[in-house]
């Protein structure tokens, strides 16, 4: 008979959580770069994870009608942003902690190691719109 007063550690899964709620992880074989890994269409909301290898850019988007957040999951991420009005004019963050960027600011990821990861949590219908820079955009240590 087990001590109710003592509980058993347990390591995080997708069976071993699932009772309890999502774990925001790529599903197993998934290939992909973006997974939906929950949603809450009632209320508008969704939960993502994202996952990159690339060393610069070639566009920027920006969701003119939602904010969006990026949390840090693995790897160094850096976040480009630019005010809405100067898309060229990116600023460069080390993401070592989470943001939710305000509606219409222009915004990509860089992996500073081989892949980095970030979940983002934004509306359920999100409008995109991108902006194409005439040569890539990296980032260098100033």
């Given at each position: 008979?087990?001590?109710?007063?003592?509980?058993?550690?347990?390591?995080?899964?997708?069976?071993?959580?699932?009772?309890?709620?999502?774990?925001?992880?790529?599903?197993?074989?998934?290939?992909?770069?973006?997974?939906?890994?929950d949603?809450?269409?009632?209320?508008?909301?969704?939960?993502?994870?994202?996952?990159?290898?690339?060393?610069?850019?070639?566009?920027?988007e920006?969701?003119?009608?939602?904010?969006?957040?990026?949390?840090?999951?693995?790897?160094?991420?850096?976040?480009?942003?630019?005010?809405?009005?100067?898309p060229?004019?990116?600023?460069?963050?080390?993401?070592?902690?989470?943001?939710?960027?305000?509606?219409?600011?222009?915004?990509?990821?860089?992996?500073?190691?081989?892949?980095?990861?970030?979940?983002?949590?934004?509306?359920?219908?999100?409008?995109?719109?991108?902006?194409?820079?005439?040569?890539?955009?990296?980032?260098?240590?100033?």
């Amino acid at each position: 008979m087990q001590d109710q007063r003592q509980v058993p550690l347990e390591s995080v899964t997708m069976t071993s959580f699932k009772p309890f709620g999502t774990v925001l992880e790529f599903l197993p074989g998934d290939t992909g770069n973006f997974y939906i890994a929950d949603k809450e269409p009632e209320s508008g909301w969704r939960v993502a994870v994202f996952r990159y290898t690339n060393k610069e850019i070639q566009k920027i988007e920006c969701h003119p009608t939602s904010k969006e957040s990026f949390e840090p999951l693995h790897g160094i991420t850096v976040l480009l942003v630019a005010e809405h009005e100067t898309p060229e004019a990116c600023h460069a963050f080390i993401l070592d902690k989470p943001v939710v960027l305000a509606k219409g600011v222009w915004h990509q990821t860089l992996a500073l190691t081989p892949e980095a990861q970030v979940k983002i949590t934004e509306n359920v219908e999100v409008e995109s719109v991108f902006y194409t820079y005439d040569k890539p955009k990296r980032v260098y240590l100033a």
